[in-house]
């Protein structure tokens, strides 16, 4: 296997945390404090995990150079008090950045014993085969 750093868990903490801050700044109606706060956890674990240079390469692409204006432009709105459309570009903007891993995170999330099967289920299956296109299907 792959040894993992003490600035790697460190840095999927810091993601976890950012989540989170995120997901209870949207409950409580978008409170700016808690999505800023999230934003910067998120990219500060992001940068610990993979380490500065890739988190740069991996913003900077020229195929990825859409999601990053959003998502970063949706992190400016948020800052300057634009909650809601803030987080509605900095959404647009998270899934044109992480396209490419929505196959992958499906085929594993479907491997998963309990939660696997319900992944499977007809309707939610056909929408995660659209998700995650032709790559995301695989049968169990």
Same mark, same amino acid.
């Given at each position: 296997?792959f040894e993992?750093? @003490?600035a790697q868990?460190f840095?999927?903490g810091?993601? =976890?945390?950012?989540i989170?801050?995120?997901?209870v700044?949207?409950?409580?109606f978008f @409170? +700016?404090?808690l999505?800023?706060?999230g ?14 240079q890739r ?19 949706g ?6 008090r634009?909650a809601?459309?803030?987080m509605i ?7 044109l950045?992480?396209? =490419?891993?929505?196959?992958?995170a499906?085929?594993?999330? +479907?491997?998963?014993?309990v939660l696997g099967?319900l992944l499977n289920?007809? =309707?939610l299956s056909?929408?995660?085969d659209?998700?995650?296109?032709d790559?995301g +299907?695989? +049968?169990?």
């Amino acid at each position: 296997m792959f040894e993992v750093s @003490d600035a790697q868990k460190f840095g999927v903490g810091l993601a =976890g945390f950012g989540i989170s801050f995120i997901f209870v700044g949207i409950l409580l109606f978008f @409170d +700016r404090s808690l999505l800023a706060l999230g934003n910067f956890l998120f990219i500060a674990g992001l940068t610990c995990v993979i380490g500065p240079q890739r988190t740069l390469r991996f913003f900077f692409q020229r195929h990825k150079i859409k999601g990053a204006l959003s998502f970063f432009a949706g992190v400016t709105l948020i800052l300057m008090r634009w909650a809601f459309i803030g987080m509605i570009l900095e959404i647009y903007g998270f899934f044109l950045l992480f396209s =490419g891993f929505f196959p992958v995170a499906i085929n594993f999330l +479907r491997r998963v014993p309990v939660l696997g099967t319900l992944l499977n289920l007809p =309707g939610l299956s056909m929408i995660l085969d659209k998700l995650a296109g032709d790559a995301g +299907r695989t +049968r169990v």
